[in-house]
């Protein structure tokens, strides 16, 4: 069942917590949101009852409250897979030298749920809790990977744009995160430039966002297949991710790792092991199943 009063309440919440720092006017909301300047007074005025919203008298400006800060740590702390996941962020960016994060799928979108940053390690650009990525080609094969055909299916339905030599693509993704585990994106000029589109996704107008979706769908990282990593060489490498498991064999979050590096095939697959590790301890945390055919760690 459909709540138009409540879809306005979670757009006004959403866009201000996408814009950390950022302060937002009425007209700004007005005109990302596309709400009436009366519903959108009506709802902020409800928010900042609530303190989920606070209003600057001066500036006349609306920033998110103290009231979701209480949310937020109520549910990180509630999550047994934040707990378990949050552990291993903090092993992996000691061990590996490399900035990690958690994403979880939630609908149509996967949600960065933590984040820890590596000493002495470039900052990723683009990272940031709360952060939402569309679920939907290029993003999230690994959390799909082991789905059923019907999640697939979906998965590549929600592409902007229908284009059967890009499914093909996805399919053969698709099969080679099957056959490692984890996922490996490719890092290039347009890969740099996507996470800072995707920083700015939120915070769009709905009559935007299509046009960036589809730009991202196009210039997105594209995963190394199976037989792209040629021994004697090295790839320039991105994000790599491994997902965790419910019970029922079902990914409950992607593990991620900032590589940002030139590595060659073992120095890469060492980096795939212990992002297995992780995950298989998430999993084992979460009292979860990894599907038939998940990989072991190979070492």
Same mark, same amino acid.
């Given at each position: ?62 920033? *998110? ?14 999550? =047994? ?8 962020? &903090? ?12 994403? @979880? ?8 749920? /933590?984040?820890?940053? &590596?000493?002495?390690?470039? #900052? ?5 809790? /709360?952060?939402?990525? =569309? ?52 890092? +290039? ?28 769908? #196009? ?15 090295? @790839? ?6 491994? =997902? ?20 060659? *095939?073992?120095?890469?697959? &060492? ?11 998430? +999993? ?8 038939? /055919?998940? *990989? &072991?760690?190979?070492?």
């Amino acid at each position: 069942m459909v709540s138009p009063p409540t879809d306005r309440v979670i757009a006004v919440t959403e866009f201000l917590a996408s814009r950390p720092g950022e302060p937002a006017t009425v007209a700004e909301l007005v005109r990302h949101l596309g709400l009436t300047r009366a519903t959108c007074h009506a709802v902020l005025a409800a928010l900042v009852r609530a303190g989920w919203v606070i209003r600057d008298p001066v500036d006349r400006t609306f920033t *998110p409250g103290p009231a979701l800060i209480a949310l937020g740590r109520s549910a990180e702390t509630g999550v =047994p897979a934040a707990r378990a996941a949050d552990r291993e962020l &903090a092993a992996l960016a000691d061990e590996l030298g490399m900035s990690a994060s958690v994403a @979880y799928p939630s609908g149509e979108h996967i949600v960065v749920g /933590g984040y820890r940053a &590596a000493a002495n390690a470039e #900052e990723p650009e683009g990272v940031r809790v /709360g952060q939402r990525i =569309p679920f939907a080609p290029p993003f999230g094969p690994g959390l799909v990977a082991w789905g059923t055909e019907d999640d697939v299916a979906e998965w590549l339905a929600r592409a902007p744009q229908p284009d059967a030599g890009r499914a093909d693509l996805f399919a053969r993704v698709l099969a080679s995160v099957r056959a490692r585990g984890y996922t490996i994106e490719s890092h +290039t000029p347009a890969s740099v430039r996507l996470r800072s589109l995707l920083v700015e996704l939120d915070s769009l107008s709905p009559r935007q966002r299509p046009a960036v979706a589809e730009l991202l769908y #196009e210039i997105g990282a594209i995963d190394y297949l199976a037989d792209d990593l040629k021994e004697g060489r090295t @790839y320039p490498t991105g994000v790599m991710s491994a =997902p965790a498991f419910t019970a029922d064999g079902r990914a409950a979050l992607n593990i991620s790792v900032y590589v940002w590096a030139d590595l060659d *095939p073992a120095a890469i697959r &060492a980096v795939g092991d212990r992002l297995l590790l992780a995950a298989r301890t998430v +999993t084992r945390e979460l009292r979860g199943t990894p599907p038939a /055919g998940f *990989p &072991a760690v190979s070492r």
